[in-house]
T-cell receptor, first 115, second 110 residues
Framework: GAGVSQSPRYKVAKRGQDVALRCDPISGHVSLFWYQQALGQGPEFLTYFQNEAQLDKSGLPSDRFFAERPEGSVSTLKIQRTQQEDSAVYLC?????????????FGSGTRLTVV | QKEVEQNSGPLSVPEGAIASLNCTYSDRVSQSFFWYRQYSGKSPELIMSIYSNGDKEDGRFTAQLNKASQYVSLLIRDSQPSDSATYLCAVITGFQKLVFGTGTRLLVSP
């Protein structure tokens, strides 16, 4: 596609509910990144894929967070048993390069509110 | 110490003035540096990248890099109200991922 597409744009979840956030990167982009952005803060790294391989998941806050990219294209970020502190904007980004040398293109994000 | 530090602002400048945004980073091996603009409620948009010491100009924007001082800046000439946004400095660390600062909020008044 022309840009990075994320869905849903907004998600309200009750505490304890599981959620799945989808990212469709720019066609042909090898690298895919997930970031979490709390209000008034910069994006914080969560995890990184190169094709289908998850090369870095050091930023995932807990084992309730899980990400996959099984065919090297679309990625899903899953959060189990959501907590109020999970409320944030979740940003997906992709890059045509195998490293981050050229920067990333971000999607519009998914705003998650846990009530 | 945070890996990338920015003054959160707000930085207020009148229309037509030069806005100067600053950023310091801690990882000496960093080689690639970026400025993103983020409007309220929107996602970050890449506006400048810089890889070597000195200045890089693109239209009204100039990025400046000083690796010895671990310092990156962004100058916006002839600031417009439409430049009002949060500007995020980002640095590639040794682990090949972008690390962002908290952003500086810029307000350009007509």
């Amino acid at each position: 596609g022309a840009g990075v597409s994320q869905s849903p744009r907004y998600k309200v979840a009750k505490r304890g509910q599981d959620v799945a956030l989808r990212c469709d990167p720019i066609s042909g982009h090898v690298s895919l990144f997930w970031y979490q952005q709390a209000l008034g803060q910069g994006p914080e790294f969560l995890t990184y894929f190169q094709n289908e391989a998850q090369l870095d998941k050091s930023g995932l806050p807990s084992d309730r967070f899980f990400a996959e990219r099984p065919e090297g294209s679309v990625s899903t970020l899953k959060i189990q048993r959501t907590q109020q502190e999970d409320s944030a904007v979740y940003l997906c980004a992709s890059s045509k390069s195998r490293d981050s040398h050229y920067g990333y293109t971000f999607g519009s994000g998914t705003r998650l509110t846990v009530v | 110490q945070k890996e990338v530090e920015q003054n959160s602002g707000p930085l207020s400048v009148p229309e037509g003035a030069i806005a100067s945004l600053n950023c310091t980073y801690s990882d000496r091996v960093s080689q690639s540096f970026f400025w993103y603009r983020q409007y309220s409620g929107k996602s970050p948009e890449l506006i400048m990248s810089i890889y070597s010491n000195g200045d890089k100009e693109d239209g009204r924007f100039t990025a400046q890099l000083n690796k010895a001082s671990q310092y990156v800046s962004l100058l916006i000439r002839d600031s417009q109200p439409s430049d009002s946004a949060t500007y995020l400095c980002a640095v590639i660390t040794g682990f090949q991922k972008l690390v962002f600062g908290t952003g500086t909020r810029l307000l350009v008044s007509p």
